[in-house]
């Protein structure tokens, strides 16, 4: 089943053609990781994928983003988009709060207001996020006190807590040592029994390791778009071959 | 010889600091030393005292028009400067001239308000000179400060708090009034206290407006002067200078008093 339908992408900064053409579909509850090298437009057509484009000044968008055959970017309200489409960034970004309050701001956000609700809601959240054990007595600490590793599960926590159907993950573990990687990485496999995942990495390991389904960009352009296994060893473009076996990039 | 020359910088460096201290502490040593054996019981705390014996209207004239003028221009001032962080687009005409009518007021001299404040409410208005006269001009004048030092701290706040708020559902104002400005309270308080400063030390401005009355005012169309007002129009007669020092150690100790004030709601509100 898919997810999300694009149909004929394309999106301009200004004048920069950043997406060309892009057609692809992502399935439900399945892990789809976008490598590719820098520059070459996966960040930027995950971040349409919630409309944060649509902070940027000059950026222009066509054609279709369908989410469960709904437009994205027609009568849908963007904030009830990204409620069902949660993200979690490259850095670790929790709002200088208690750890309590970042995993029920979305709830808060979305009208909860019981006390009884969130506490469920954050225990809950943080369970999911694997995290419950080490926080459970530190809910009341300032989230930035965390450790990296701990701050980026937290914001999972924080995005899961607003019960999404998607999880988008911008380069979520580039920026934390191998222990935390590890874990995070355990966990998105953990998610995708209940979430539809999209990945940004560039570590391909990574992608190897987790995704079932691999895209593979180059200058805005979706190059080869396969299962993760296939396209790994058997790439069909020679400039995705290039790049997967370490010749460029 | 190398050792020396370091020596020789550290020297240098202890002589400016020294003499920034000393120019300091030498200007409050000789206010303190003139002012404090004035100091009496019935100077500070005597409500019933003759006017000009105490300083009890002063202090609490300069309270009430800190706070009122606060009332006015901090609620302005904050959400101008949401408006031209958060909500307006660089470059609009619009912003162009708002901009540029706030550098414009702040480097106005405060005079030139106090003649605006004189002119428009005391004369047009009829308010003659009252505490809402002075609260009103003075409103203005701060006006510029509070705004360009907010804007400042909504600035330092990151934009990846904005993202994750918007991430996750949130709107606009929602983000603004949980996030950001929970984040920007710090910068926000400095503004304040700066203005409260501004405030207690104005004298031309005040003047011309709320008049220069040593008397408990009954109402807020009272004239009443501020403990600034008060120093200057006793200085200017020259009558009493000893009263005039003893003002000054009063002023200086309002102003601790309201900048701990300030500090202390400021961590009451801070996140942690």
Same mark, same amino acid.
């Given at each position: 089943m898919n997810k999300f339908q694009l149909k004929d992408v394309n999106l301009w900064y200004n004048d920069f053609h950043a997406l060309k053409d892009i057609n692809m579909d992502i399935k439900a509850k399945e892990i789809t990781a976008f490598i590719g090298p820098s520059g070459c437009g996966k960040s930027t057509l995950i971040k349409s $994928? /919630?409309?944060? /484009? #649509? $902070?940027? #000044?000059g950026c222009k968008i066509t054609g279709d983003f369908l989410l469960d055959g709904e437009n994205i970017y027609g009568n849908l309200d963007i904030n009830a988009l990204r409620k069902r489409v949660g993200m979690v960034f490259q850095k670790p970004n929790p709002f200088p709060m208690s750890v309590f309050d970042n995993v029920a701001y979305a709830p808060r956000v979305h009208g909860i207001k019981s006390k009884f609700k969130l506490n469920e809601i954050v225990e809950k959240s943080l369970r999911d996020a694997a995290i419950w054990d080490e926080l459970k007595d530190r809910l009341k600490k300032s989230a930035i006190s965390l450790s990296g590793g701990q701050q980026q599960r937290l914001c999972i926590a924080r995005a899961l807590a607003a019960e999404p159907d998607v999880l988008l993950m911008d380069e979520p573990t580039s920026a934390l040592d191998p222990i935390s990687t590890a874990k995070i990485e355990e966990l998105v496999i953990k998610l995708k029994k209940k979430y539809t995942i999209v990945i940004v990495t560039h570590n391909m390991q990574q992608a190897v390791r987790i995704s079932d389904t691999t895209g593979f960009f180059l200058l805005g352009e979706l190059i080869e778009y396969n299962n993760t296994e296939q396209l790994f060893s058997m790439p069909t473009d020679k400039r995705c071959e290039d790049y997967i076996t370490g010749r460029f990039g | 010889m190398r050792k020396l020359k370091n020596n020789l910088r550290y020297i240098k460096i202890y002589i400016g600091i020294g003499m920034a201290i000393t120019t300091l502490l030498g200007i409050l040593l000789y206010i303190l030393i003139n002012g404090l054996q004035h100091i009496t019981f019935d100077f500070l705390f005597n409500v019933n005292a003759p006017r000009g014996q105490t300083l009890v209207p002063m202090i609490f004239t300069t309270v009430l028009i800190v706070l009122l003028t606060l009332a006015i221009s901090a609620p302005i001032g904050i959400g101008s400067a949401i408006y031209l962080n958060e909500y307006a687009k660089t470059g609009a005409w619009f912003v162009k001239t708002i901009r540029m009518a706030i550098e414009t007021l702040s480097g106005i001299p405060s005079i030139i308000y106090g003649l605006f404040g004189f002119l428009f409410y005391v004369i047009i208005l009829r308010w003659t000179w009252s505490i809402m006269a002075g609260v009103f001009t003075v409103a203005i004048m701060v006006l510029p400060i509070i705004i360009r030092s907010s804007e400042e701290a909504l600035k330092s706040v990151p934009n990846a708090y904005r993202e994750g708020s918007y991430a996750l559902g949130a709107g606009k104002f929602y983000t603004i009034w949980k996030t950001v400005l929970p984040s920007a309270v710090p910068g926000i308080l400095a503004s304040i206290i700066l203005t409260i400063g501004r405030i207690v030390g104005e004298t031309a401005a005040l003047v011309l407006t709320a008049g220069t009355v040593a008397g408990m005012p009954s109402n807020l169309f009272d004239s009443s002067a501020t403990l600034a007002v008060f120093m200057y129009t006793i200085t200017v007669e020259g009558t009493d200078m000893d009263r005039a020092y003893a003002t000054a150690v009063v002023l200086m100790a309002l102003i601790l008093f309201l900048n701990t004030f300030a500090n202390f709601i400021g961590k009451k509100l801070k996140p942690q």
């Open positions: $994928l /919630n409309r944060m /484009n #649509d $902070l940027i #000044d | -």
